[in-house]
């Protein structure tokens, strides 16, 4: 079993004297979904190709490197940002910008929280935006993910909030009107887990994230009952003045693929059906 072409991994390989190291269960599941929806979805025949963000992307790479040399010689990969852009130069695939390649065959992303009717929580990474464009550009967009992300109803199982990126000087005024549409501002029994709407501050940086494109980032968690509309609610949020784009993805998925503890994938499909498959990675 080897780990994901990350560069963690690499100076790992050194100090374990040139084993790969074991995955963990959790890298496991993530790898398998990844590598079920890359053997599912990125045929030969797929030329413009978008690489998402978080955990589970590098594994999409590293299967797609799989492929081959001469499979990947006349492919073009776009990035949602940092973190993708650096496994697509890493892997010695060809870089390129959706400012210059407006239609994808296919997206494969990372997912914060998926429901019943594939609709998403992103942008725990902070990077929704180009997320968002990116899926909305590709033919198919698919998400992959461990089965911590397989939910029913947004929100219960990523309760921090909806990621919402906004202009740096509009955020007070933006955090104002969601709290006027119902996100709280102190604890509520109503919304899982007890969040509270917040600017995501930085974890090594004194101050708010900065997102790739500049912005800061408030998340904003809300009562189950409006959780249960996301559409309704991604529609009310991205028409406040400020607000860049919302980590909420509505009706955009062909499918999600989830790694299971067991060694299989859970695929949900557009419509709601559910297929086991027995992967191997
Ligand atoms: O902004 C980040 C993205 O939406 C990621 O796809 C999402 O946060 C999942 O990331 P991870 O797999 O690291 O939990």
Same mark, same amino acid.
């Given at each position: ?16 004297? *040139? ?9 496991? #599941? %993530? ?5 079920a929806a890359v053997d599912k979805f990125?045929? &030969?025949?797929?030329? !413009?190709?978008? !690489? @998402?963000? @978080? ?29 993708? &852009? ?5 892997? $010695?695939?060809?870089? *390129? ?22 609709? #998403?929580?992103?942008?725990? $990474?902070?990077?929704? +935006?180009?997320? =968002? ?15 911590? &992300? ?35 501002? %102190? ?15 930085? &974890?090594?940086?004194? *101050? ?5 494109? @500049? ?17 309704? +609610?991604?529609?009310?949020? =991205? +028409? ?18 989830? @790694? ?7 695929a ?14």
């Amino acid at each position: 079993m080897s780990g994901a072409p990350t560069h963690t991994n690499t100076v790992a390989q050194v100090l374990n004297g *040139g084993r790969i190291p074991e995955l963990e269960p959790i890298e496991k #599941a %993530k790898r398998l979904a990844a590598f079920a929806a890359v053997d599912k979805f990125v045929g &030969k025949d797929c030329k !413009i190709i978008g !690489i @998402g963000s @978080g955990s589970t992307v590098p594994y999409v790479v590293e299967r797609i490197q799989s492929q081959g040399a001469e499979v990947n010689k006349d492919r073009i990969f776009l990035p949602t940002g940092f973190q993708s &852009k650096e496994l697509i130069i890493q892997a $010695g695939l060809n870089l *390129g910008d959706v400012d210059q390649h407006v239609r994808l065959d296919v997206t494969i992303d990372g997912a914060d929280e998926v429901d019943s009717d594939l609709n #998403a929580i992103k942008g725990g $990474g902070a990077c929704q +935006l180009r997320e =968002k464009v990116l899926a909305e550009a590709a033919d198919t967009w698919v998400m992959v993910a461990d089965y911590r &992300k397989n939910g029913t109803v947004l929100g219960e199982n990523w309760t921090q909030g909806i990621p919402i990126e906004v202009a740096p000087f509009a955020y007070a005024k933006v955090m104002y009107d969601l709290s006027r549409l119902g996100s709280p501002i %102190k604890s509520d029994p109503s919304v899982s887990g007890g969040k509270i709407l917040t600017l995501r501050m930085g &974890k090594a940086k004194a *101050g708010p994230v900065v997102s790739d494109n @500049g912005n800061f980032i408030v998340d904003a968690p809300f009562p189950r009952e409006m959780m249960k509309d996301p559409k309704g +609610l991604l529609t009310k949020i =991205k +028409l406040m003045t400020g607000v860049v784009e919302v980590g909420l993805f509505c009706g955009l998925a062909k499918a999600a693929y989830f @790694g299971n503890e067991d060694g299989s994938v859970t695929a949900r499909w557009e419509g709601g059906k559910e297929e086991r498959i027995e992967a191997e990675a």
